[in-house]
Every structure is written in C-alpha cells, then in structure tokens.
C-alpha cells in the first residue's frame, strides 16, 4: 500500500462520514468517525506486516469490531450480541434527530465508517490496488449520512462535491503518481460532466418524497395525557408582566401547541409524540416557500409539559423531547421549568402575497380532521355562506372570514372562556349586553375563525403560543404573560399553513396591504351578514368542497423542464461511472486490460480493427506504432504463454498509445470519449 | 532428453542457432531471409519443403546451402521421366567378391536430399518418396533401411513449363510441410549476384555452423513449445472454414493442421518466444495449407487460386484477441 494512495483513501473517507456525522448532535461523532478510519487502515498495515492473508484480516478485523460494538452498547440494550447488533440501527432511527451523542447511538455509525474503511484499505492495499475501492466506500457512506439525516447534513451538495473532487484526484493523480506524463484532461473533463450532472441533478430531483429509512421501522410513539392550554390564555392574561420565557433568535411568534381536532365543545390536542426527528412526516406536506430558523429559548415561569418552539420544529438540543408529527407541537414528559435552556430549529412557511392569491385548498381525507365540524348548528354554517359570499379564491374566503369575526367585536381579557359552538354563537351574535356578547380572549377569535373556516372548507386548525415582541438591550425577547394569544391557521396546498389575526387583522400571515386589497373588492359586492334564523337549513358541504378536483389543482410548477437538461446528464453520469468501472477492472487484467483499453480507445478514435488482425497488426495501424508492438507483444504472452508474468508496463505504453492516437483525433471528437457507450459493448 | 516444455533458456539458444544457420544460408541465398526461414522451419519441425518457382532462382542453391549450414550429408536427385524408383531409394546388388546380395542406398539416404523438378518424374517413381517422407524409412526386398536423422527433402517443380509434367497427386503434396517460392531478388542483392567476385551462389562459401544431431535434438525439444488453447481452436476454425467454403472442393486435412501447429511452435521459437500467438499462425497458414487445398473446377475457371482463397478465409475468422475474460 503507498503512503499516497492510503492516504488518499483515508481522506476520501473521512470527508465522505463528515454527513453522516450530521446524525448525531454535537461535534463528537465525526472524529470518532475519523478516528475510525485511521484505526481501520492501521490494522490493514499491521496485517500485511504479519503477512496475514486479506479474508484473515476482514474476518478477524470485522469480528473484532462488532465485538466491540456488543461491548459498547450492551448497558443500554438488552440481550446477546445478535440482539444488540440488530437492534443498534433501528434503535438509532427511532431516536430524536440529531440523535444525542451517546456510546450505544454512536456505535453503528462508528461500527459502520470502521467495516467500510477496512475493505477499503484492503481493496487499496491488494495486488491490484483498486482505484474503484475507496469513491465506492465514500458513496456508501455519504449515502448512509444522507439517510440517517434526510439530506439535511449536507443540503447545499458542498461535501458531495469535495467527495468527487477527491475523487477525480485520486484517479487522476494518484493513478498516475508512477507515470511522469502529464495529467490527460479526459479524466478530469468526465469528472466535470459528472460533477456537473450531480449539481443539475441534486437541484432538480424533486426531495419532498425522498427515501426515508426511517419509516421502515416504526418508532415508539408515547399516549400521553394532555391538557388543553387555552384556558390558560386568560390566567397568562391575568400575570400580564410575569416572564413567561425569553428567546434568542427573529422575530416569530413561539408556539406552544397546536389543537387540531375539534369536538364542538372544545378543542383536543393529540395524544400521540414520538422522539424528535424519529416520527413519521407531516400529515400535510411542509409548503414549497420556508424557511429555517434557530432560536435559543429559556424558560420562566411557563410550566406544564408543552415546549416552546418555532415554526415546525426540526430538531432541539434536548434529547427527551417528544413531538407530534403531524402539529409539530413539542412535549417534554418531566415537564419545563424555570432555568430550563435549550435550543430550536424550526421550519417556518413564508409564502408571498402572489402565491397565496391564486392558491387552493386540497381534497381528500388528508383534510378531514381539518374540516370537522361534528354537528355544526346551522346559525354558524349560514354566517359563514354569507361571509365568504363573492369571494373566489380561498385566500379571499380567509381575509373575509377574518375580517367578519373582528367586526364589532373586541379583546377582553375578562371575557368567559370556551370554545363551544354556544360560546362562539354567542361571541359572534349575542345581544349587546349579554357576558360573553362581542367580547372575547383570543380563544374565541381564534375558534370563531376557525369553525366558519372550516363550515366553507377551509382546512383550519388553532395555535396556543405567544406573539412576536420585540428584541430587548440584551438580544433576548422577554415574553410576558400578556403576550400568549391563539390564533388560526388555514392549510393552503403547496404553501402550509398561513397564520390569520382575526383578533388584530393585520399582525401575522399575509401582508395588510394584500387583506386591503382583497377587503376593498369584496366591501362593494358584499353586504354583512346577518345573524341567520334559529331554523336556518341544514348544514351543507361547502362550497369549496363542492368544487371538482380540476379546479383543486395545484398551480403548475416549471421546474419539471429542468429535467429535459437533467435526464441525459444523468445519463451521462451513469455512463461515466459504468467506464470507470470498466477501467478499473481492465486496470486489475494488467497487460491484457492495457491492450483492451487501447482497443477502447481506437474504437472511440473511429478505428475499430478487423476482426481478423492480431495484436501486432492492431499495433502496427497506430500512429505511434513503438509502444504499440510492445504493448501487444506483452498482452500476447499473457494471453497465451504458459507462465504468468510479473509486474509490467503495459499500462504506461497503453497511455502512451492513447496518447499518440489522440494527437491525430480532433478535440471535439474526443469531447464525450469519456462517456461514450461504445466500449461498454465490446 | 526432458519431457517437460521447452524453456525460455533453450528457447534463446535455439533462436541464437536459428540466426546462425539462417545467416549461414544466406552468403549463398541474398536478400531471401523470409525464404530461408520458412525452409529452416520445416527443417526443425521435421516436415519437408516444396519449392514451386520458375528456373534459376535460386531453389537449388538454397538447398545446397541449407545442406552445407546443416553440415550433414546432401543429396541432389534430378527427376526425370525415365528416372525409375530405385534411382531414388537405392537397390540389392550382388556383390561377387563377398557372394552376397547387399542393400546400395539410394541418393535419398542424406540429410538433406534436394529433389529437382519433382514433377517430371513419373507417378510411380514420384510415390517411391513417399514412404521415405513420412515413414524416414525405405523398404527393399522386405527389408527397412532408415534414412540420416534430421532428414530434409527440399523438391522443386516449375509451374511455368508443364510439358511433360506429371501433376503431385494430394497425397504426396499433403506430405509436404511447406511450399514457398524464392522469386527473384530485389535489385540491390540481384547486383550483389552479379558482382564479379561475389560469394552469391556459391555452396562453397557458406560455413557449416551445427550438425545434424543437434538440429535433431532441437525438433524434438520444439515440440514440446506451448500452443494455448485459443490458438489451437483457431487453427481449427481456420481448417473447419476450408472444408467448408464452396471453392474448394478439398480443405485442410487433420494432417496439414498438424503440421500447421508444428510450424508455429518453431516459428514461435525461433522469434526468441516460448509460446505460441496468433501471429504465427496467420504468417504461415498460406506456406503451410495453400499446397493443400484443391479448388472446385469452378473456382479453377473463375481464376482463383488456393492462396486467394486461404487468404481470404483467414480474413474472415476471428482471431483470438489477448483481452480479459
């Protein structure tokens, strides 16, 4: 094994696991992974110094090391080393992601870089020194990092392209570190169509549905007992100047939890969490215009088990955190407390104006926990036909809505609680007077807006949390007690949830200028809506329901014309992967894969020789015939002398002879050589 | 003598001596190496040589010198029509002084026997050679007499001037390893002839640099050279081609194959290499299968000849190429 090519291979390696790193909070897992790379080529040199042969050194290497990983993370599972082997990787994909970096989750990373690098090493340091080994060790464990984090460790494509540029180095350079002929720019300019193909091909493959190895085991999901925070609105209310929690990070308001379902009486919370990261995907894919945001949060006088977020969140720096996948409402089983400090990347959907004018609202059973209404009385479902009357989008339909619940009615923090359909009718029509009449917390904007919402088909559902304030003279935002609101949020196909302000009109969502601009047309055409009679009609599907699915269709995205340049690069990039792989096998054929190579390399040059010429005549035919002869005489008693022959140079008079054929091959013919498919045939 | 196959060693040896004896011929012979080669190869694969060309260029004179390199005993016999069999094999004589009936060897009982214008002898004395060549035995009076050891019969026939010829019948071609034509020199050594002093043609100056019983020990170790199986199944291809193409109404025979492989494993030789490649087999299938083959009355009126269509019957099977499994 040279020091070069090891040391490529060793690098090649680490730089690959650095995604697969991204697996596991904090900075410990990549040196281990490092670490382990070394450990692995170590012991290959070690055994060719004991003359050791290589199934000895895998076998005994690989047994060692998975002993070790039974050693490692047999306190924290139960049974024998086959149990805790097998159960080590799905034990690892039911964790929170990132998953918390102890010994038993770091263990099959670790176990995993350490069995790669070691065939690897042997590949690199057999007699035929594969130069194929170590790019297919790096892709595996690149691939691995990207299913362990989703694609997340490296969304920008960077150690991707380190890991074909070091690639493309160690073919290039360290395979010709014997030759002193210059660096041929075919291999380099097939490592530019490939990096070129995977940059296209990483921005256009559609990710939404991307392979998730962690729906193939089914993580433990925790039935918790919870309670619903909305009475509490009015006892934050009550503690207006009491520090709540503080955070670091932009201005968003913090969510504490999502409700959901609704029963007519009240809003219900989900009872099932599983560990952060580890959960199944949203019931309702994420929209297409988000954003990430990282806060730190510290706690104060909130209590309880909810966990203050932001956005959709991600992942948090505390690893016993439950979450529901579907709200993305955060539970942490021993409860918050004063003190408790921790951090939050959540995804945060920001779409404009313009996507949200001409958006729709899908169909189907995904959205009928967002649309029940169980036993809506016809008052309600008559209010909210009249609300949205001449509106045409769905936008327009949540602008009206909202502008009809704030009309005439106003915050009071004294108002009675309750989100039944007999506070919400007489929050919205009781008699002036009445307790509870026109007057409401944000639990009864907020449900009001969403039981007419939904009474048009609108997917609506309410979040408890708190509203953005401002950044203090220290960085932080100090919450306060007067700060916790609810408001609605209405699910608009391809976009995500969209905050609505019923109570203010203007503080969240879409742009005021755009509810104006939506207000203003619908303020000539319609006419407010009246209180509807007791024995109004029956409730009916709504109108948005109603509608085909033609007209639910999703605004067509372009981006599927990327494809048309995508699709033969990615040809390309197979094509060029199959050649190389062909290279390296004719690589290991020594004399007799240099003469086929040369063939290869005449049949791209447009010379393919009679079937009837021998090696010699082949030779003879070649602009530089010298190398040429010799290179034939060498593949010829390989081919046919009794005796194997020791180490020669075909392999440098074979790139001598593809030298000599390209000097008399115009450039552009030679353009594509490196993918062209024609030598794959022979 | 070693049963095991010929090494690279040997293999330097015999190539060193090859290059003397050729060289050794060609103070006599100028300017015809490929000539004097194919010649020595036939010599060393124990098979004989038929050298089919118009008068005075040179087939005796190659015979002669190969005679003379060899430093063995050579034999000139001059075919004519009334040349009778026992011209050639030798017969019983009386001898009067001893009252015994002796054997007087024939002039074919030498190393080399150059057999001028085989073709005007008759068929019955023409078929006297053939026990001798392929048996290296002659039968008189129930008795068998073995001929010198390496034994080279080297025949010349003019295929100009057919008068009074009788045409080889197929068997007795087929016991011929080789045929070649010498043609006439290229101007640079027809000058070298001409120069008055020149050594060119002259027997006499050609130097004997090895003797018969090594050339005898090298045929037997040649045969021992490496032919990979590729090359054997090509030979065979190329045979199967033969009798299968529709000009031809004889093909190669098992025997002419045979000789085929013990040319190339010479051949291969006396190129300094230990084994054989396909190369080999392609230089000589025209020397060694050509005389063989008898074209369909057709193809005769159409033109073609034997070498035409061997040549164009190699171009048409595939050579085993040296590339990875």
């Known amino acids: 094994m040279t020091g070069l090519r090891a040391g490529w291979a060793a690098v090649l390696l680490a730089v690959a696991a650095f995604p697969l790193a991204g697996g596991w909070s904090g900075s410990v897992a990549w040196p281990l992974f490092a670490g382990a790379v070394v450990v692995a080529f170590g012991v290959v040199v070690l055994a060719r110094r004991f003359r050791l042969t290589t199934g000895m050194t895998l076998v005994g290497s690989g047994a060692v090391g998975l002993l070790g990983g039974y050693f490692v993370a047999r306190g924290a599972i139960a049974g024998g080393p086959l149990e805790v082997l097998r159960d080590s990787v799905p034990r690892l994909l039911t964790s929170a992601r990132p998953a918390p970096p102890t010994p038993d989750l770091l263990m099959p990373g670790v176990l995993m870089v350490f069995l790669v690098a070691l065939v690897v090493a042997v590949s690199v340091a057999g007699e035929r020194r594969s130069l194929i080994g170590p790019p297919v060790g790096a892709v595996v464990l690149y691939t691995a990092g990207a299913l362990v984090t989703a694609g997340r460790a490296d969304a920008r494509g960077l150690v991707a392209v380190a890991v074909v540029v070091l690639a493309a180095f160690g073919w290039v350079v360290v395979d010709r570190a014997e030759s002193t002929r210059r660096v041929s720019l075919g291999p380099p300019g097939a490592v530019l169509a490939v990096l070129a193909a995977v940059a296209l091909l990483a921005g256009v493959l559609p990710s939404r549905d991307a392979f998730e190895p962690r729906e193939l085991v089914r993580p433990p999901v925790t039935d918790l007992a919870v309670s619903n925070p909305l009475p509490r609105l009015a006892s934050w209310a009550a503690m207006a100047d009491t520090e709540l929690l503080r955070m670091r990070g932009p201005e968003l308001p913090v969510r504490l939890v999502v409700l959901a379902d609704y029963t007519g009486a009240a809003w219900q919370a989900s009872s099932l969490y599983g560990p952060i990261g580890a959960v199944a995907p949203p019931d309702l894919p994420a929209g297409r215009r988000a954003r990430e945001a990282d806060v730190e949060l510290v706690v104060g006088a909130l209590d309880g088990n909810w966990l203050p977020t932001v956005g959709r969140p991600v992942s948090t720096s505390l690893g016993d955190v439950l979450v529901d996948p579907d709200s993305g409402s955060l539970m942490l089983p021993r409860g918050v407390g004063p003190g408790l400090s921790y951090d939050v990347r959540g995804v945060v959907d920001r779409p404009n104006d313009d996507d949200l004018a001409g958006a729709k609202v899908p169909t189907g059973d995904a959205i009928r926990r967002y649309l029940d209404l169980p036993g809506l009385p016809a008052t309600l479902a008559d209010y909210a036909r009249q609300a949205v009357a001449n509106t045409r989008t769905p936008y327009e339909q949540a602008v009206a809505l909202e502008q009809v619940v704030r009309l005439d009615r106003h915050p009071d923090a004294e108002a009675p609680v309750g989100s039944s359909y007999a506070r919400i009718e007489q929050f919205l029509f009781g008699p002036a007077g009445d307790a509870g009449a026109g007057k409401g917390t944000a639990e009864q904007f907020a449900t009001a807006f969403a039981v007419l919402a939904r009474a048009v088909g609108l997917p609506t559902r309410v979040v408890v949390g708190f509203q953005p304030v401002p950044e203090g003279p220290d960085g932080y935002r100090v919450i306060r007690g007067v700060d916790a609101t609810a408001w609605p949020e209405v699910y608009f196909a391809d976009w995500g949830w969209v905050p609505f302000d019923p109570v203010s009109g203007t503080d969240s969502g879409p742009s005021a200028a755009s509810k104006r601009e939506v207000l203003n047309r619908l303020a000539s055409t319609t006419a407010q809506p009246t209180v509807p009679a007791k024995d109004g009609p029956p409730l009916v599907v709504p109108s948005q329901q109603a509608q085909p699915d033609a007209a639910q269709a999703k605004p067509r995205s372009r981006h599927w014309l990327l494809l048309f340049p995508a699709l033969p690069l990615s040809a390309l990039l197979v094509l060029a992967c199959l050649r190389a792989v062909r290279r390296a096998r004719l690589r290991r054929a020594g004399a007799l894969g240099a003469w086929a190579w040369v063939l290869d390399v005449l049949l791209l040059a447009g010379r393919q020789p009679a079937r009837h010429l021998t090696a010699p005549d082949i030779a003879a035919l070649v602009p530089d015939p010298e190398p040429a002869l010799r290179l034939a005489a060498l593949a010829d008693r390989a081919a046919f002398a009794p005796d194997t022959t020791g180490p020669d140079d075909s392999w440098r008079l074979a790139r001598q002879v593809r030298a000599g054929i390209k000097r008399v091959v115009p450039w552009y013919r030679r353009l594509f050589w490196a993918v062209d498919p024609r030598p794959l045939r022979r | ?325």
Do not use: W
């Not at chain 2, 006297?128 to 008795?143: C, F, I, N, P, S």
């Not at chain 2, 190339?264 to 050509?290: E, I, K, M, T, W």
């Open chain 2, 1 to 325: 003598m070693t049963g095991a196959a010929i090494g690279e060693h040997e293999i330097a040896a015999f190539q060193a001596l090859h290059k003397r004896v050729g060289d050794a011929v060609e103070t006599a012979l100028r300017g015809k190496r490929e000539v004097v080669d194919l010649v020595l190869v036939a010599m060393f694969a124990g098979g004989h040589v038929l050298l089919e060309d118009v008068p005075g260029t040179g087939k005796t004179t190659l015979a002669r010198a190969v005679a003379g390199a060899l430093g063995g005993l050579s034999r000139r016999v001059q075919f004519t029509p009334d040349l009778l069999p026992s011209d050639v094999t030798g017969t019983s004589v009386y001898d009067p002084k001893s009252g015994q009936v002796g054997f007087r060897p024939g002039p074919v009982f030498a190393n080399v026997v150059l057999a001028d214008e085989i073709n005007r002898a008759a068929a019955k004395t023409q078929s006297a050679l053939l026990e001798v060549m392929e048996e290296r035995t002659v039968t008189v009076d129930g008795v068998a007499h073995a001929v010198p050891d390496p034994f080279l019969v080297v025949a010349t026939q003019n295929p100009i001037d057919l008068d009074g010829t009788y045409r080889l019948p197929e068997a007795q071609l087929d016991r011929f390893m080789l045929r070649t034509s010498i043609g006439y020199p290229e101007l640079v050594h027809e000058l070298d002839v001409l120069r008055p002093g020149s050594g060119a043609g002259r027997i006499g100056t050609v130097p004997t640099v090895t003797n018969p019983h090594q050339v005898a020990e090298c045929a037997r170790r040649l045969a021992t050279l490496h032919v990979a199986d590729p090359i054997l199944r090509y030979i065979t291809e190329l045979g199967t081609a033969t009798r299968a193409d529709d000009r031809l109404r004889l093909g190669a025979s098992t025997r002419g194959l045979r000789a085929l492989v013990r040319c190339v494993q010479v051949y291969a030789a006396s190129h300094g290499r230990h084994f054989a490649v396909p190369s080999d087999v392609q230089r000589l299938c025209g020397p060694v299968l050509a005389h063989r083959l008898v074209l369909t009355r057709e193809a005769q009126l159409a033109g073609a000849t034997t070498t035409e269509v061997l040549a164009e019957i190699t171009a048409r099977v595939e050579v085993p190429r040296p590339t990875p499994q």
